[in-house]
């Protein structure tokens, strides 16, 4: 009787046990998404990615006004969703032990903007990743312009040193806009790549007269060369007279005078 007894208490123990876990779990998953948590890092306050946006189209997609069931929050569309975004160099979505949906998104950071010869344009940061332009948000950053053939890309990003555009000018034009950038003085004081027919021209933001790098080739080189003369001409009136300096040549630095009225 008494190993009966003991035999009837161990069933009614383990009935319990299981009801309380089918109840919990029911319980569980049958709660909706308590919320959802996004995270945009960016340089600054305003950026290709409007976070509002994105919200609105996670909401769509996990459907929050008729799935009352946290387990059928379909995660997988979510990750997709985000990984379409162009202008996002990473993104990630888990759920919280608190029924939370947590979204982080990292946000491009575009050194460069590029134009083709047909006047469309791309944006580039320093490892040469490629996204498309925003009209809405328009940074302020040193312009790559002239004869240039390159492919636009339509709402996805991309890189220059993708096949597709491994022999373009985009690559090119990239490489010597990069070295622009890298260099402290050319960084301040150039607002504008040109390029036409393998010359490249540089546009300065307090001097008025062309400045000519010539090919691709020894462009940190021609840089120096460049902020030496520059420096060393500084307050002068003899560069007024002046309309285009050259550092194309190796060793020295041609400069052509305005014609005389």
């Known amino acids: 009787m ?53 919200y609105q189209q996670i909401i769509k997609i996990c459907d929050t006004v008729n799935n009352t069931d946290i387990t059928k929050i379909p995660l997988d569309s979510v990750r997709k969703y985000l990984a379409s975004i162009p202008w996002a160099i990473y993104t990630d979505a888990n759920m919280t032990l608190d029924e939370i949906l947590v979204v982080n998104i990292v946000e491009c950071q575009p050194v460069m903007r590029v134009f083709n010869k047909d006047g469309r344009s791309v944006y580039l940061d320093e490892d040469g990743g490629i996204y ?24 996805k990003s991309a890189s220059v040193y993708d096949n597709e555009y491994a022999q373009s000018d985009l690559i090119r034009m990239f490489k010597v806009m990069k070295s622009v950038i890298s260099n402290s003085y050319s960084k301040c004081c150039v607002k504008q790549v040109y390029y036409e027919k393998n010359n490249y021209e540089l546009v300065m933001n307090n001097i008025d007269m062309k400045v000519v790098l010539g090919d691709d080739d020894n462009v940190d080189e021609k840089l120096m060369n460049m902020q030496y003369f520059f420096e060393q001409m500084q307050g002068s009136p003899d560069l007024k007279n002046y309309c285009k300096v050259n550092f194309n040549f190796e060793n020295q630095v041609v400069c052509t005078k305005n014609k005389k009225r």
């Open 2 to 54: 008494k190993k009966f007894s003991k035999i009837v208490v161990w069933m009614l123990t383990v009935a319990a046990i299981v009801c309380l876990w089918y109840f919990t779990h029911k319980e569980h998953v049958r709660h909706p998404l308590k919320g959802i948590e996004i995270t945009l890092t960016r340089d600054g306050e305003r950026g290709f990615i409007d976070k509002n946006v994105e």
């Open 132 to 155: 498309p332009v925003k009209a809405s948000y328009t940074p302020h950053l040193l312009v790559g312009s002239g004869n240039l053939n390159f492919k636009i890309v339509k709402g």
